[in-house]
Protein backbone atom coordinates (compact mmCIF):
# COMPACT_ATOMS: atom_id res chain seq x y z
CA UNK A 1 0.00 0.00 0.00
CA UNK A 2 2.53 2.19 1.31
CA UNK A 3 4.99 1.49 -1.70
CA UNK A 4 2.29 1.92 -4.07
CA UNK A 5 1.76 5.02 -2.87
CA UNK A 6 5.23 6.34 -2.85
CA UNK A 7 5.52 4.97 -6.41
CA UNK A 8 2.72 7.00 -7.38
CA UNK A 9 3.90 10.51 -5.72
CA UNK A 10 7.87 9.55 -7.70
CA UNK A 11 5.66 9.52 -11.12
CA UNK A 12 4.33 12.53 -10.17
CA UNK A 13 7.32 14.60 -9.64
CA UNK A 14 8.86 13.11 -12.64
CA UNK A 15 11.10 11.05 -10.56
CA UNK A 16 10.56 8.15 -12.27
CA UNK A 17 11.50 9.61 -15.70
CA UNK A 18 14.50 11.03 -14.36
CA UNK A 19 15.53 7.77 -13.46
CA UNK A 20 14.75 5.96 -16.78
CA UNK A 21 16.64 8.48 -18.26
CA UNK A 22 19.84 8.17 -16.10
CA UNK A 23 19.38 4.30 -16.83
CA UNK A 24 19.86 4.73 -20.51
CA UNK A 25 22.36 7.75 -20.79
CA UNK A 26 24.61 6.09 -18.46
CA UNK A 27 23.75 2.58 -19.62
CA UNK A 28 23.09 1.28 -16.23
CA UNK A 29 21.67 -1.53 -17.33
CA UNK A 30 23.99 -2.47 -19.38
CA UNK A 31 27.07 -2.39 -16.25
CA UNK A 32 24.01 -4.35 -14.19
CA UNK A 33 24.31 -6.72 -16.11
CA UNK A 34 27.81 -7.50 -17.29
CA UNK A 35 29.12 -6.93 -14.12
CA UNK A 36 26.76 -7.47 -11.39
CA UNK A 37 23.74 -9.59 -12.58
CA UNK A 38 25.64 -12.41 -13.57
CA UNK A 39 25.58 -16.01 -12.53
CA UNK A 40 28.92 -17.37 -11.20
CA UNK A 41 30.17 -20.53 -9.37
CA UNK A 42 30.16 -20.68 -6.00
CA UNK A 43 33.32 -19.32 -3.64
CA UNK A 44 34.52 -20.21 -0.33
CA UNK A 45 34.73 -16.84 1.77
CA UNK A 46 38.55 -16.86 1.55
CA UNK A 47 37.92 -15.95 -2.25
CA UNK A 48 37.33 -12.44 -1.46
CA UNK A 49 41.35 -12.07 -0.79
CA UNK A 50 41.06 -10.44 -4.50
CA UNK A 51 38.51 -8.39 -3.13
CA UNK A 52 40.20 -7.58 -0.35
CA UNK A 53 43.17 -6.37 -2.38
CA UNK A 54 41.17 -4.20 -4.39
CA UNK A 55 39.13 -2.87 -1.74
CA UNK A 56 42.91 -1.78 0.04
CA UNK A 57 43.89 -0.39 -3.25
CA UNK A 58 41.08 1.87 -3.36
CA UNK A 59 41.64 2.90 0.71
CA UNK A 60 45.59 3.48 -0.52
CA UNK A 61 44.40 5.63 -3.24
CA UNK A 62 42.54 7.86 -1.10
CA UNK A 63 44.46 8.21 1.36
CA UNK A 64 47.48 8.77 -0.57
CA UNK A 65 45.69 10.91 -2.63
CA UNK A 66 45.17 12.96 0.30
CA UNK A 67 48.44 13.29 1.71
CA UNK A 68 49.76 14.34 -1.64
CA UNK A 69 48.00 17.86 -1.02
CA UNK A 70 50.23 18.03 2.26
CA UNK A 71 53.41 16.19 0.86
CA UNK A 72 56.45 18.07 -0.40
CA UNK A 73 58.85 16.20 -2.40
CA UNK A 74 61.52 18.00 -1.84
CA UNK A 75 64.40 16.73 0.05
CA UNK A 76 64.56 20.06 2.38
CA UNK A 77 61.16 20.06 3.11
CA UNK A 78 59.48 16.48 2.73
CA UNK A 79 60.56 15.32 6.51
CA UNK A 80 58.55 18.62 7.64
CA UNK A 81 56.40 18.11 5.65
CA UNK A 82 55.20 14.57 6.75
CA UNK A 83 55.48 15.50 10.68
CA UNK A 84 52.99 18.55 9.72
CA UNK A 85 50.48 15.65 8.22
CA UNK A 86 51.05 13.46 11.22
CA UNK A 87 51.19 16.13 13.99
CA UNK A 88 49.24 19.07 13.09
CA UNK A 89 47.09 19.08 10.35
CA UNK A 90 43.04 17.38 11.12
CA UNK A 91 43.16 13.95 11.10
CA UNK A 92 46.60 13.48 9.45
CA UNK A 93 47.72 10.63 11.62
CA UNK A 94 44.37 8.78 10.54
CA UNK A 95 44.95 9.18 6.78
CA UNK A 96 48.63 8.39 7.44
CA UNK A 97 48.84 5.67 9.27
CA UNK A 98 45.63 3.47 7.54
CA UNK A 99 47.83 4.22 4.46
CA UNK A 100 50.67 2.43 6.04
CA UNK A 101 49.09 0.32 7.90
CA UNK A 102 46.93 -1.06 4.51
CA UNK A 103 50.56 -0.74 2.53
CA UNK A 104 51.33 -3.78 5.07
CA UNK A 105 48.32 -5.84 4.46
CA UNK A 106 47.99 -5.42 0.99
CA UNK A 107 51.49 -6.86 0.86
CA UNK A 108 50.39 -9.43 2.60
CA UNK A 109 47.61 -10.13 0.98
CA UNK A 110 48.92 -10.38 -1.91
CA UNK A 111 51.30 -13.13 -0.90
CA UNK A 112 48.11 -14.95 0.35
CA UNK A 113 46.52 -14.01 -3.41
CA UNK A 114 49.49 -15.77 -5.26
CA UNK A 115 49.57 -18.96 -2.56
CA UNK A 116 46.35 -19.86 -3.05
CA UNK A 117 46.13 -19.11 -6.93
CA UNK A 118 49.23 -21.43 -7.30
CA UNK A 119 47.56 -23.88 -4.75
CA UNK A 120 44.05 -24.03 -6.75
CA UNK A 121 46.06 -23.38 -10.24
CA UNK A 122 44.40 -20.39 -11.02
CA UNK A 123 46.69 -20.10 -14.01
CA UNK A 124 45.46 -22.87 -15.76
CA UNK A 125 43.91 -22.40 -19.32
CA UNK A 126 41.80 -20.29 -20.04
CA UNK A 127 43.10 -18.37 -17.42
CA UNK A 128 47.00 -17.64 -18.26
CA UNK A 129 46.49 -13.85 -19.54
CA UNK A 130 44.38 -13.41 -15.73
CA UNK A 131 47.83 -14.34 -13.77
CA UNK A 132 50.44 -13.06 -16.11
CA UNK A 133 48.59 -9.45 -15.39
CA UNK A 134 48.81 -10.40 -11.70
CA UNK A 135 52.00 -11.27 -11.88
CA UNK A 136 53.02 -7.43 -13.12
CA UNK A 137 50.58 -6.30 -10.51
CA UNK A 138 52.22 -8.32 -7.59
CA UNK A 139 55.66 -6.91 -8.81
CA UNK A 140 54.36 -3.62 -9.18
CA UNK A 141 52.62 -3.64 -5.58
CA UNK A 142 55.98 -5.23 -4.00
CA UNK A 143 57.41 -2.47 -5.32
CA UNK A 144 55.44 0.37 -4.47
CA UNK A 145 55.77 -0.75 -0.90
CA UNK A 146 59.59 -0.13 -0.99
CA UNK A 147 58.97 3.22 -2.78
CA UNK A 148 56.52 4.67 -0.50
CA UNK A 149 58.55 4.73 2.42
CA UNK A 150 61.58 6.52 0.86
CA UNK A 151 59.21 9.59 0.33
CA UNK A 152 58.97 10.05 4.36
CA UNK A 153 63.10 11.08 4.03
CA UNK A 154 63.84 9.81 7.03
CA UNK A 155 66.63 7.43 8.06
CA UNK A 156 64.71 4.42 7.38
CA UNK A 157 63.55 5.77 4.24
CA UNK A 158 66.98 6.99 2.78
CA UNK A 159 68.57 3.36 3.79
CA UNK A 160 65.57 1.98 1.99
CA UNK A 161 66.38 4.01 -1.21
CA UNK A 162 70.50 3.10 -0.26
CA UNK A 163 69.44 -1.00 -0.77
CA UNK A 164 67.44 -0.33 -4.28
CA UNK A 165 70.38 1.58 -5.50
CA UNK A 166 73.01 -0.68 -4.00
CA UNK A 167 71.22 -3.34 -5.72
CA UNK A 168 70.53 -1.99 -9.16
CA UNK A 169 74.14 -1.19 -8.68
CA UNK A 170 75.16 -5.10 -9.09
CA UNK A 171 73.31 -5.23 -12.25
CA UNK A 172 76.41 -6.35 -14.26
CA UNK A 173 77.52 -4.23 -16.99
CA UNK A 174 75.16 -1.30 -16.61
CA UNK A 175 74.82 -1.18 -12.82
CA UNK A 176 76.37 2.09 -12.62
CA UNK A 177 73.98 3.77 -15.30
CA UNK A 178 71.04 2.03 -13.75
CA UNK A 179 71.78 3.57 -10.27
CA UNK A 180 72.35 7.27 -12.25
CA UNK A 181 69.18 6.98 -13.86
CA UNK A 182 67.08 6.07 -9.99
CA UNK A 183 69.12 9.09 -8.68
CA UNK A 184 68.30 11.12 -11.43
CA UNK A 185 72.11 12.29 -11.70
CA UNK A 186 75.31 11.41 -10.15
CA UNK A 187 74.59 11.44 -6.25
CA UNK A 188 71.15 11.20 -4.29
CA UNK A 189 69.57 14.59 -4.06
CA UNK A 190 66.79 16.52 -4.87
CA UNK A 191 66.34 14.52 -8.21
CA UNK A 192 66.14 11.38 -6.76
CA UNK A 193 63.15 12.38 -4.06
CA UNK A 194 61.37 14.07 -7.41
CA UNK A 195 61.82 10.39 -9.09
CA UNK A 196 60.21 8.37 -6.54
CA UNK A 197 57.66 10.70 -5.99
CA UNK A 198 57.12 10.93 -9.58
CA UNK A 199 57.11 6.92 -9.42
CA UNK A 200 54.95 6.38 -6.53
CA UNK A 201 52.33 8.91 -6.76
CA UNK A 202 51.58 9.36 -10.20
CA UNK A 203 53.26 6.28 -12.42
CA UNK A 204 52.75 3.73 -10.18
CA UNK A 205 49.23 4.75 -9.73
CA UNK A 206 48.12 5.17 -13.01
CA UNK A 207 49.63 1.38 -14.16
CA UNK A 208 48.06 -0.05 -11.02
CA UNK A 209 44.78 1.30 -11.90
CA UNK A 210 44.88 0.09 -16.00
CA UNK A 211 46.81 -3.30 -14.89
CA UNK A 212 44.09 -3.74 -12.40
CA UNK A 213 41.04 -2.82 -14.75
CA UNK A 214 42.40 -5.26 -17.00
CA UNK A 215 43.33 -8.05 -14.09
CA UNK A 216 39.14 -7.48 -12.84
CA UNK A 217 37.89 -7.63 -16.80
CA UNK A 218 39.59 -11.06 -17.57
CA UNK A 219 38.27 -12.51 -14.05
CA UNK A 220 34.85 -11.55 -15.51
CA UNK A 221 35.25 -12.74 -18.87
CA UNK A 222 37.46 -16.47 -17.52
CA UNK A 223 35.89 -16.06 -14.01
CA UNK A 224 37.21 -17.98 -11.14
CA UNK A 225 37.84 -21.69 -10.44
CA UNK A 226 34.87 -23.53 -10.01
CA UNK A 227 33.63 -25.98 -7.21
CA UNK A 228 33.82 -28.79 -10.44
CA UNK A 229 37.01 -27.70 -11.86
CA UNK A 230 38.99 -28.30 -8.80
CA UNK A 231 37.41 -32.13 -8.37
CA UNK A 232 38.01 -33.46 -11.64
CA UNK A 233 40.64 -33.04 -14.06
CA UNK A 234 39.77 -30.14 -16.38
CA UNK A 235 42.09 -30.61 -19.85
CA UNK A 236 41.68 -28.03 -21.72
CA UNK A 237 40.53 -24.10 -22.00
CA UNK A 238 37.39 -24.97 -23.85
CA UNK A 239 36.25 -27.96 -21.56
CA UNK A 240 36.86 -25.52 -18.62
CA UNK A 241 34.10 -22.95 -19.81
CA UNK A 242 31.41 -25.51 -20.50
CA UNK A 243 32.16 -27.25 -17.10
CA UNK A 244 32.35 -23.53 -15.72
CA UNK A 245 28.82 -22.93 -17.36
CA UNK A 246 26.91 -25.71 -15.73
CA UNK A 247 28.44 -24.96 -12.11
CA UNK A 248 27.45 -21.26 -12.43
CA UNK A 249 23.60 -22.40 -13.46
CA UNK A 250 23.36 -24.89 -10.70
CA UNK A 251 21.55 -24.47 -8.01
CA UNK A 252 23.93 -25.93 -5.40
CA UNK A 253 27.14 -24.76 -7.35
CA UNK A 254 26.25 -21.36 -8.63
CA UNK A 255 24.95 -18.02 -7.13
CA UNK A 256 24.18 -15.08 -7.99
CA UNK A 257 27.32 -11.94 -7.75
CA UNK A 258 25.42 -9.65 -6.42
CA UNK A 259 24.83 -9.93 -3.84
CA UNK A 260 26.08 -13.77 -3.12
CA UNK A 261 29.42 -13.30 -4.01
CA UNK A 262 29.79 -10.13 -3.39
CA UNK A 263 28.42 -10.01 0.24
CA UNK A 264 30.90 -13.27 1.10
CA UNK A 265 33.97 -11.16 -0.56
CA UNK A 266 32.89 -7.92 1.10
CA UNK A 267 33.21 -9.77 4.31
CA UNK A 268 36.63 -10.28 4.10
CA UNK A 269 37.40 -6.95 2.73
CA UNK A 270 35.77 -5.66 5.53
CA UNK A 271 37.85 -7.63 8.64
CA UNK A 272 41.30 -6.53 6.67
CA UNK A 273 39.75 -2.89 6.82
CA UNK A 274 38.69 -3.45 10.36
CA UNK A 275 42.55 -4.84 11.20
CA UNK A 276 43.91 -1.48 9.47
CA UNK A 277 41.81 0.45 11.44
CA UNK A 278 42.03 -1.31 14.42
CA UNK A 279 46.70 -1.15 13.52
CA UNK A 280 46.30 2.52 13.31
CA UNK A 281 44.23 3.42 16.48
CA UNK A 282 47.12 0.87 18.55
CA UNK A 283 50.22 1.58 17.19
CA UNK A 284 49.44 5.54 15.79
CA UNK A 285 49.67 7.22 12.43
CA UNK A 286 52.64 5.38 11.04
CA UNK A 287 56.41 5.51 12.56
CA UNK A 288 59.02 8.67 11.89
CA UNK A 289 62.52 8.19 12.39
CA UNK A 290 65.15 10.64 12.46
CA UNK A 291 65.54 12.78 9.03
CA UNK A 292 67.51 11.37 6.43
CA UNK A 293 70.94 12.02 6.49
CA UNK A 294 74.43 9.97 5.03
CA UNK A 295 76.47 10.67 7.79
CA UNK A 296 74.80 9.94 11.27
CA UNK A 297 75.46 6.72 13.44
CA UNK A 298 72.48 4.79 12.84
CA UNK A 299 70.57 1.68 13.48
CA UNK A 300 67.95 1.77 10.23
CA UNK A 301 65.97 -1.63 9.59
CA UNK A 302 63.51 -2.19 6.44
CA UNK A 303 59.47 -2.02 7.28
CA UNK A 304 58.00 -5.04 8.76
CA UNK A 305 57.26 -6.68 5.10
CA UNK A 306 60.32 -6.80 4.11
CA UNK A 307 61.97 -8.38 7.03
CA UNK A 308 62.23 -11.80 5.19
CA UNK A 309 64.75 -10.31 2.98
CA UNK A 310 66.86 -9.24 5.36
CA UNK A 311 67.32 -12.45 7.38
CA UNK A 312 67.57 -14.18 3.78
CA UNK A 313 70.25 -11.20 2.92
CA UNK A 314 72.30 -12.27 6.38
CA UNK A 315 72.82 -15.43 5.30
CA UNK A 316 74.38 -15.06 1.87
CA UNK A 317 77.42 -16.30 1.72
CA UNK A 318 80.11 -13.46 0.07
CA UNK A 319 80.00 -15.14 -3.23
CA UNK A 320 76.59 -15.45 -3.62
CA UNK A 321 75.44 -11.95 -3.29
CA UNK A 322 76.09 -10.35 -6.54
CA UNK A 323 73.81 -13.38 -8.41
CA UNK A 324 71.13 -13.46 -5.44
CA UNK A 325 70.48 -10.14 -5.36
CA UNK A 326 70.44 -9.27 -9.31
CA UNK A 327 69.29 -12.94 -9.63
CA UNK A 328 66.58 -13.61 -6.69
CA UNK A 329 63.84 -11.11 -8.35
CA UNK A 330 64.91 -11.93 -12.03
CA UNK A 331 64.23 -15.96 -11.33
CA UNK A 332 61.33 -15.22 -9.28
CA UNK A 333 59.56 -13.46 -12.00
CA UNK A 334 60.85 -15.77 -14.90
CA UNK A 335 59.09 -18.64 -12.81
CA UNK A 336 56.12 -16.79 -12.43
CA UNK A 337 55.88 -16.15 -15.82
CA UNK A 338 56.11 -19.05 -17.18
CA UNK A 339 54.48 -21.10 -14.63
CA UNK A 340 51.19 -21.37 -16.58
CA UNK A 341 53.02 -22.68 -19.97
CA UNK A 342 55.34 -25.20 -17.54
CA UNK A 343 52.59 -26.92 -15.36
CA UNK A 344 50.27 -27.83 -17.90
CA UNK A 345 48.43 -30.91 -16.13
CA UNK A 346 44.37 -31.10 -16.21
CA UNK A 347 44.40 -30.90 -11.84
CA UNK A 348 43.00 -27.79 -10.74
CA UNK A 349 42.14 -27.10 -6.49
CA UNK A 350 44.45 -28.30 -3.60
CA UNK A 351 43.35 -31.76 -3.50
CA UNK A 352 44.98 -33.37 -6.70
CA UNK A 353 47.99 -30.83 -6.70
CA UNK A 354 50.26 -32.48 -3.92
CA UNK A 355 53.78 -30.59 -5.25
CA UNK A 356 51.89 -27.49 -5.22
CA UNK A 357 51.14 -27.66 -1.85
CA UNK A 358 54.50 -28.67 -0.41
CA UNK A 359 55.75 -25.34 -2.30
CA UNK A 360 53.49 -23.12 -0.95
CA UNK A 361 53.79 -24.75 2.61
CA UNK A 362 57.34 -24.26 2.20
CA UNK A 363 57.20 -20.65 0.84
CA UNK A 364 54.84 -19.31 4.14
CA UNK A 365 56.71 -21.57 6.63
CA UNK A 366 59.86 -19.62 4.78
CA UNK A 367 58.61 -16.17 4.93
CA UNK A 368 56.97 -16.89 8.71
CA UNK A 369 60.69 -18.18 10.08
CA UNK A 370 62.64 -15.59 8.07
CA UNK A 371 61.00 -13.04 9.37
CA UNK A 372 60.78 -14.17 12.70
CA UNK A 373 64.70 -14.50 12.79
CA UNK A 374 64.90 -10.69 11.45
CA UNK A 375 63.61 -9.95 15.20
CA UNK A 376 66.75 -11.67 17.01
CA UNK A 377 69.00 -10.96 14.09
CA UNK A 378 71.74 -12.82 15.36
CA UNK A 379 73.90 -11.81 12.79
CA UNK A 380 74.47 -8.33 14.14
CA UNK A 381 77.11 -7.16 15.91
CA UNK A 382 77.44 -3.38 17.66
CA UNK A 383 79.11 -1.32 19.44
CA UNK A 384 78.03 -0.33 23.14
CA UNK A 385 79.77 1.85 25.51
CA UNK A 386 78.00 -0.44 28.59
CA UNK A 387 80.26 -2.98 30.23
CA UNK A 388 77.96 -6.46 30.75
CA UNK A 389 77.06 -6.29 34.24
CA UNK A 390 78.13 -8.35 37.11
CA UNK A 391 76.04 -11.62 37.43
CA UNK A 392 73.78 -12.01 39.87
CA UNK A 393 75.25 -13.24 43.20
CA UNK A 394 78.55 -13.07 42.18
CA UNK A 395 80.94 -10.22 43.65
CA UNK A 396 84.43 -10.07 41.42
CA UNK A 397 87.87 -10.00 42.54
CA UNK A 398 89.38 -6.42 41.97
CA UNK A 399 91.31 -7.99 39.03
CA UNK A 400 88.18 -9.06 36.96
CA UNK A 401 85.96 -6.35 37.76
CA UNK A 402 89.04 -4.34 36.12
CA UNK A 403 88.25 -6.58 33.27
CA UNK A 404 84.85 -6.26 32.90
CA UNK A 405 85.51 -2.40 32.60
CA UNK A 406 87.99 -3.55 29.73
CA UNK A 407 85.51 -5.68 28.20
CA UNK A 408 83.55 -2.82 26.96
CA UNK A 409 86.74 -0.68 26.45
CA UNK A 410 88.16 -2.61 23.74
CA UNK A 411 84.75 -3.77 22.06
CA UNK A 412 84.67 -7.27 23.12
CA UNK A 413 80.76 -6.94 24.54
CA UNK A 414 80.11 -5.64 20.31
CA UNK A 415 80.11 -9.30 19.71
CA UNK A 416 80.06 -11.35 22.75
CA UNK A 417 77.62 -12.16 25.48
CA UNK A 418 78.23 -12.41 28.93
CA UNK A 419 75.88 -14.54 30.74
CA UNK A 420 73.12 -13.66 28.54
CA UNK A 421 73.74 -9.71 27.88
CA UNK A 422 74.88 -8.45 24.96
CA UNK A 423 74.77 -9.47 21.44
CA UNK A 424 74.40 -13.26 20.12
CA UNK A 425 76.92 -12.61 17.40
CA UNK A 426 79.78 -14.74 19.03
CA UNK A 427 79.75 -17.30 21.54
CA UNK A 428 78.65 -16.33 25.08
CA UNK A 429 81.74 -16.25 27.08
CA UNK A 430 79.96 -17.37 29.92
CA UNK A 431 78.65 -20.77 28.56
CA UNK A 432 81.38 -21.84 26.19
CA UNK A 433 81.05 -25.52 25.20
CA UNK A 434 84.72 -26.18 26.06
CA UNK A 435 86.82 -24.71 28.62
CA UNK A 436 90.25 -22.70 27.88
CA UNK A 437 92.78 -22.54 30.15
CA UNK A 438 93.87 -18.37 31.47
CA UNK A 439 96.75 -19.58 28.73
CA UNK A 440 94.49 -20.83 25.93
CA UNK A 441 92.61 -17.94 26.56
CA UNK A 442 94.83 -15.18 26.35
CA UNK A 443 96.66 -16.72 23.25
CA UNK A 444 93.06 -16.91 21.74
CA UNK A 445 92.36 -12.90 22.25
CA UNK A 446 96.37 -12.09 21.33
CA UNK A 447 95.70 -13.99 17.92
CA UNK A 448 92.66 -16.11 16.79
CA UNK A 449 92.53 -18.91 14.61
CA UNK A 450 91.94 -18.23 11.07
CA UNK A 451 88.71 -17.75 9.64
CA UNK A 452 87.32 -16.48 13.13
CA UNK A 453 85.86 -13.40 12.68
CA UNK A 454 87.59 -11.48 15.52
CA UNK A 455 90.42 -9.08 15.29
CA UNK A 456 93.75 -9.92 16.78
CA UNK A 457 94.41 -8.00 19.78
CA UNK A 458 98.07 -8.80 19.56
CA UNK A 459 100.19 -5.30 20.68
CA UNK A 460 96.71 -3.58 21.52
CA UNK A 461 96.95 -5.06 25.41
CA UNK A 462 99.40 -4.54 27.57
CA UNK A 463 99.79 -8.05 30.00
CA UNK A 464 98.04 -6.71 32.86
CA UNK A 465 95.00 -5.75 30.73
CA UNK A 466 95.00 -8.96 29.53
CA UNK A 467 95.32 -10.87 32.82
CA UNK A 468 92.16 -8.82 34.08
CA UNK A 469 90.22 -9.51 30.76
CA UNK A 470 90.46 -13.21 30.95
CA UNK A 471 90.68 -13.51 34.63
CA UNK A 472 86.84 -11.51 34.11
CA UNK A 473 85.96 -14.21 31.64
CA UNK A 474 87.39 -17.14 33.63
CA UNK A 475 85.55 -15.79 37.14
CA UNK A 476 81.91 -15.83 35.15
CA UNK A 477 82.44 -18.85 33.30
CA UNK A 478 83.33 -20.92 36.63
CA UNK A 479 80.64 -19.30 38.27
CA UNK A 480 78.43 -20.83 36.10
CA UNK A 481 78.97 -24.32 36.21
CA UNK B 1 38.84 -4.14 -49.70
CA UNK B 2 41.07 -2.06 -51.31
CA UNK B 3 40.20 1.32 -49.58
CA UNK B 4 39.55 -0.66 -46.19
CA UNK B 5 43.25 -2.35 -46.16
CA UNK B 6 44.57 1.07 -46.78
CA UNK B 7 42.54 2.88 -44.41
CA UNK B 8 43.75 0.53 -41.43
CA UNK B 9 47.40 0.85 -42.41
CA UNK B 10 47.04 4.56 -42.37
CA UNK B 11 45.34 4.08 -38.90
CA UNK B 12 47.94 1.72 -37.40
CA UNK B 13 50.74 3.43 -38.78
CA UNK B 14 49.57 6.79 -38.13
CA UNK B 15 49.07 5.97 -34.69
CA UNK B 16 52.76 3.86 -34.07
CA UNK B 17 53.80 7.33 -35.79
CA UNK B 18 52.48 9.86 -33.16
CA UNK B 19 53.20 7.30 -30.51
CA UNK B 20 56.77 7.08 -31.73
CA UNK B 21 56.87 11.19 -31.61
CA UNK B 22 55.59 10.90 -28.25
CA UNK B 23 56.83 8.35 -26.69
CA UNK B 24 60.76 8.06 -28.11
CA UNK B 25 61.70 11.66 -26.78
CA UNK B 26 60.02 10.85 -23.46
CA UNK B 27 61.81 7.69 -22.82
CA UNK B 28 65.30 9.53 -24.21
CA UNK B 29 64.41 11.95 -21.43
CA UNK B 30 63.50 9.87 -19.06
CA UNK B 31 66.71 7.44 -19.41
CA UNK B 32 69.29 9.97 -20.30
CA UNK B 33 71.73 11.02 -17.19
CA UNK B 34 74.80 12.90 -16.42
CA UNK B 35 78.13 11.21 -16.76
CA UNK B 36 80.04 11.19 -14.22
CA UNK B 37 83.41 12.22 -15.66
CA UNK B 38 87.33 12.84 -14.38
CA UNK B 39 87.68 13.61 -10.43
CA UNK B 40 85.90 15.96 -8.23
CA UNK B 41 87.98 16.87 -5.31
CA UNK B 42 86.27 17.89 -2.06
CA UNK B 43 87.57 19.67 1.29
CA UNK B 44 87.28 17.30 4.10
CA UNK B 45 89.18 19.51 6.64
CA UNK B 46 92.79 20.37 7.94
CA UNK B 47 94.72 17.07 8.01
CA UNK B 48 96.42 18.50 11.20
CA UNK B 49 93.14 17.94 12.62
CA UNK B 50 93.45 14.25 12.21
CA UNK B 51 95.02 12.24 15.30
CA UNK B 52 97.42 10.10 13.92
CA UNK B 53 97.06 6.53 14.35
CA UNK B 54 92.95 6.92 15.10
CA UNK B 55 90.09 5.93 12.85
CA UNK B 56 87.91 9.20 13.18
CA UNK B 57 84.21 9.95 11.51
CA UNK B 58 84.07 12.69 9.00
CA UNK B 59 81.64 14.50 7.14
CA UNK B 60 82.10 15.36 3.51
CA UNK B 61 80.16 17.84 1.14
CA UNK B 62 78.33 15.90 -2.02
CA UNK B 63 76.43 18.44 -3.89
CA UNK B 64 77.87 21.99 -2.81
CA UNK B 65 75.18 23.71 -5.63
CA UNK B 66 71.91 22.37 -3.89
CA UNK B 67 70.04 24.24 -1.03
CA UNK B 68 70.95 22.82 2.43
CA UNK B 69 69.38 19.63 3.72
CA UNK B 70 71.23 16.60 5.36
CA UNK B 71 71.50 14.40 2.63
CA UNK B 72 74.15 16.80 1.25
CA UNK B 73 76.71 15.36 3.61
CA UNK B 74 77.87 11.75 3.59
CA UNK B 75 80.00 9.90 6.05
CA UNK B 76 83.33 8.89 5.96
CA UNK B 77 86.16 7.26 8.08
CA UNK B 78 89.34 9.21 8.25
CA UNK B 79 92.48 6.86 9.24
CA UNK B 80 95.49 8.96 8.98
CA UNK B 81 97.67 5.95 9.40
CA UNK B 82 101.17 7.98 8.55
CA UNK B 83 102.31 11.57 8.53
CA UNK B 84 102.75 9.79 4.84
CA UNK B 85 99.35 7.73 4.66
CA UNK B 86 95.62 8.50 4.72
CA UNK B 87 92.96 6.01 3.92
CA UNK B 88 89.68 7.51 3.88
CA UNK B 89 86.88 5.02 4.05
CA UNK B 90 83.46 5.27 2.71
CA UNK B 91 80.46 4.55 5.73
CA UNK B 92 78.55 3.13 2.90
CA UNK B 93 78.81 -0.90 3.42
CA UNK B 94 79.45 -2.93 0.45
CA UNK B 95 76.60 -5.39 0.67
CA UNK B 96 73.67 -3.18 0.50
CA UNK B 97 74.84 0.17 1.43
CA UNK B 98 73.57 0.34 5.19
CA UNK B 99 76.05 2.97 7.37
CA UNK B 100 78.76 0.68 9.01
CA UNK B 101 79.82 1.92 12.71
CA UNK B 102 83.55 2.06 13.82
CA UNK B 103 84.01 0.73 16.93
CA UNK B 104 87.17 2.04 18.70
CA UNK B 105 87.42 -0.50 21.15
CA UNK B 106 87.32 -3.33 18.64
CA UNK B 107 88.56 -1.89 15.79
CA UNK B 108 86.02 -3.04 13.65
CA UNK B 109 83.73 -1.76 10.97
CA UNK B 110 79.47 -2.95 12.18
CA UNK B 111 76.72 -2.92 9.97
CA UNK B 112 73.54 -2.55 11.32
CA UNK B 113 71.70 -4.38 8.44
CA UNK B 114 72.71 -7.75 7.84
CA UNK B 115 75.57 -8.57 9.78
CA UNK B 116 78.76 -7.28 7.93
CA UNK B 117 81.79 -7.04 9.63
CA UNK B 118 85.12 -5.62 8.69
CA UNK B 119 88.57 -5.09 10.08
CA UNK B 120 90.16 -1.95 10.22
CA UNK B 121 91.62 -2.11 6.57
CA UNK B 122 88.08 -2.51 5.67
CA UNK B 123 88.19 -5.94 4.59
CA UNK B 124 85.17 -8.25 4.94
CA UNK B 125 85.45 -10.64 8.09
CA UNK B 126 82.44 -11.42 8.64
CA UNK B 127 78.82 -11.29 6.45
CA UNK B 128 77.73 -11.06 2.94
CA UNK B 129 79.99 -8.04 2.14
CA UNK B 130 81.63 -9.84 -0.92
CA UNK B 131 83.86 -7.10 -1.41
CA UNK B 132 86.16 -4.58 1.04
CA UNK B 133 84.92 -0.81 2.03
CA UNK B 134 85.04 1.91 -0.43
CA UNK B 135 88.14 3.82 -0.26
CA UNK B 136 88.35 7.21 -1.51
CA UNK B 137 91.21 8.73 -3.30
CA UNK B 138 92.90 11.24 -1.44
CA UNK B 139 95.40 14.34 -1.35
CA UNK B 140 96.28 16.76 0.85
CA UNK B 141 96.31 20.67 -0.97
CA UNK B 142 97.95 23.17 0.82
CA UNK B 143 97.28 21.43 4.44
CA UNK B 144 93.75 20.55 3.61
CA UNK B 145 92.44 16.88 3.23
CA UNK B 146 91.02 16.48 0.35
CA UNK B 147 88.91 13.13 -0.94
CA UNK B 148 87.57 12.66 -4.88
CA UNK B 149 83.98 11.69 -4.71
CA UNK B 150 84.36 10.12 -8.28
CA UNK B 151 86.41 7.11 -6.65
CA UNK B 152 83.65 5.80 -5.41
CA UNK B 153 80.51 4.37 -6.72
CA UNK B 154 77.82 6.85 -7.50
CA UNK B 155 75.17 5.84 -4.55
CA UNK B 156 77.45 6.64 -1.91
Partial sequence: MAFERSQRIATQLGLVRIWQWTQDRFALNRIWQHILDRRVAKGAWYFGDGATLFFLFTVLFATGGAMALGYSASPDQAYESIQRITFQDHLGWFIRGLHYWSAGLMVVMLFFHLFRQILVGGYKSPREATWLIGVLLFFGVITMSLLGYILRWDERGIYALRVMLNMAYRVPSIGEYLVTIIQGGREIGAPTLSRIYAAHVIIGPILLVTLIGYHLYLVIVHSVTSPTERKRPVASGAEQKAVYKQDAQSVERGEDFFPDTAAKSGLMALLIFILAIALTFVFGGGQLYSPANLHESSYPMEEWWWSWFSSLAAWLPPSFANLFYVGFPLTVFALLVLLPFLERTPYRGIRNRPIATLFVVSCVVGLFGLSSLRIQSNWTAWPSDTPPPVPVGLTLPPNAEKGRLLFAEFGCNSCHAIDGHGPSFAPDLAALPHTMSHRELRNYILQPPTGIAMPAYVGRLTEEQLSQLVDFVLVVQISRR | ?156
Avoid at chain 2, 89 to 108: E, H
Fill in chain 2, 1 to 156: MERRNALIALVCGGSAIAGGVVGVPAAIYALSTTKREGQLWRDIGPVEEFELGRIVPAKVQRDTQATKHQVVEAGIYVWRKTTEEIIVFSRSCTDLGCPVTFDAGSRCFFCPCHGGIFDQHGERMAGPPDRPLYRYANRIQLGILQVDLHSVPPMI
